[in-house]
C-alpha cells in the first residue's frame, strides 16, 4: 500500500530540459544548484526520491524540498531561498569559439531551443593595441525583435561605454551623395538596418551636426 502524500507530476517544456541539462553538465557553478538540477531531470525521468536521494547521498525530504520547489517555482525555484517579489528570470548562456577559418567550433544542438543569439566582433578596423572593444550583434532574435547591435569600449577612466560605429563619418557621406540604403551597406559590410538606425539618429542629432561628420556636405532628408 502507497502511504504519504502523492507526488504532483512533473513535466519539463523542452526549453526547460536544456537549460537544466546544461546546468547538471556544469562543473564551474555551485554544487548545490547542479544536484538540484539533477533531482529535476531524474524526478521527469519517474525516478522516486529515495532512488534520487541515494544517488546524491541526500535525505528523501531534501529531495521532495526542490522538487517541489521547481513545481511551484520552475527553474527560479531551484536557486537559494527566494525573495519576495517578481521570481528571477534565468539567462543561459552557450558560448561558441571560432576556428581559424571563422566558423563555429563547439556543439550547437541545443541552439534553436534559444529565443537570442549574439555574436561578438572587432569593430571596424580596430587593430592590436587599440584597447578594449567589441561589436555586439544579434545574429538571430526569435518572435519578431528588433534589437539594434551595438560597440563599446573601455576606457580607463570611466570604464565600459557605448561607442558609435567607425564607419558612421563614411555612411553620412554616402547617404549625402545620394546612395541607396542598400548600397551603404554592401559598399561597407554592413546590414542595412544598421545602416538605416545610423542615418536615422544623425537626422535626429540635427542638420548641423550631420553636416559636420560630412565634411560640410549637405545631407538630403
Not at 521547481?70 to 537559494?80: K, Q, S, T, W
Not at 580596430?126 to 550583434?137: E, V
Not at 538571430?140 to 558612421?168: C, I, M, Q, S
Request: charged share 25%; net charge positive; aromatic share 6%.
Amino acid at each position: 500500500m502507497i502511504t504519504g502524500r502523492p507526488k504532483p507530476d512533473l513535466t519539463l517544456a523542452p526549453d526547460e530540459q536544456t537549460q537544466l541539462r546544461s546546468l547538471a553538465a556544469s562543473r564551474t557553478l555551485p554544487h548545490a544548484l547542479v544536484a538540484r538540477a539533477k533531482v529535476v531531470l531524474w524526478s521527469a525521468q519517474g525516478q522516486s526520491n529515495t532512488q534520487i536521494a541515494g544517488r546524491l547521498h541526500w535525505r528523501n525530504a531534501t529531495v521532495g524540498k526542490w522538487r517541489q520547489r521547481f513545481v511551484e517555482h520552475r527553474l527560479a525555484g531551484l536557486y537559494d531561498e527566494l525573495r519576495p517579489g517578481r521570481p528571477r528570470s534565468i539567462c543561459v548562456l552557450l558560448v561558441h569559439h571560432e576556428g581559424k577559418n571563422g566558423t563555429q567550433r563547439g556543439r550547437t544542438d541545443g541552439d534553436d531551443n534559444l529565443d537570442v543569439s549574439i555574436q561578438l566582433e572587432k569593430p571596424y578596423r580596430w587593430q592590436p593595441g587599440d584597447g578594449l572593444a567589441f561589436k555586439w550583434r544579434y545574429s538571430k532574435v526569435r518572435h519578431g525583435g528588433n534589437l539594434p547591435d551595438f560597440e563599446a569600449a573601455y576606457d580607463t577612466v570611466g570604464g565600459w561605454k557605448l561607442v558609435e560605429d567607425g564607419r558612421l563619418p563614411e555612411i553620412i557621406k554616402l547617404h549625402a551623395s545620394g546612395k541607396s540604403t542598400r548600397a551603404i551597406a554592401m559598399a561597407l559590410d554592413i546590414s542595412q538596418t544598421a545602416v538605416s538606425r545610423m542615418i536615422r539618429k544623425a537626422n535626429q542629432a540635427g542638420l548641423a551636426a550631420l553636416n559636420a561628420k560630412a565634411g560640410g556636405e549637405s545631407v538630403s532628408q
